[in-house]
């Protein structure tokens, strides 16, 4: 359990953490391979998620999934990427985080994700917790901890 010290000046309301659906890059599932190719180059990230026509979580897209889709045994085929649907390549088997979020669960979730889909309880898609957020928020915690606090101890307690 992370003590009420640091989660108080790492994220005194979880909800700020949240990078909005509105702002989130992503593909739907009707898409097709070349469409969610462009998308993952212009935004710049290697993983985006799925949505269906509902705005309803489906998945997530890697720039890897599509890349393998492009190789044959001598070259790359960028025209195979007409011929297959996002829904058919997309990862379906990851974490998604509903309210209230644990601040616990998503330190530890974020050790193995780059980012975590928050999802209503019908899988509406809210938004975002990056790991990029919660390591911006350790900088300022660790650059600001005196202007806070007095760490009176800086030896490991006994057991």
């Known amino acids: 359990m992370i003590s009420q010290p640091i989660k108080t000046l790492l ?4 909800s700020d953490l949240l990078i ?9 599932t009707t898409n097709d391979g070349y469409h969610a190719f462009l998308v993952l180059t212009k935004v710049g990230y290697s ?7 509902h705005e309803r979580i489906q998945g ?8 393998e889709k492009m190789l044959t045994t001598d070259r790359i ?11 058919s390549v997309m990862e379906t088997d990851f974490k998604v985080l509903t309210q209230p979020i644990d601040l616990d669960s998503v330190l530890h979730d974020l050790v193995d994700a780059a980012f975590l889909p928050v999802v ?7 938004g975002i917790i990056t ?3 919660i390591l911006k928020r350790l ?15 800086c030896a490991p307690l006994k057991k």
Do not use: C, W
């Open 131 to 133: 790991r990029r957020e």
């Open 77 to 87: 085929a960028p025209e195979n990427l007409l011929k297959f649907s996002v829904a």
């Open 20 to 28: 909005p659906a509105s702002r989130v890059a992503n593909v739907m």
């Open 139 to 153: 900088n300022y915690l660790g650059h600001h901890f005196d202007n806070f606090y007095t760490a009176s101890q």
């Open 60 to 67: 997530l897209l890697s720039l890897q999934m599509l890349t």
């Open 47 to 53: 993983k985006i998620v799925v949505l269906d026509q």
């Open 11 to 14: 994220a005194p309301d979880i």
């Open 120 to 126: 209503s309880n019908d899988r509406h898609f809210e």
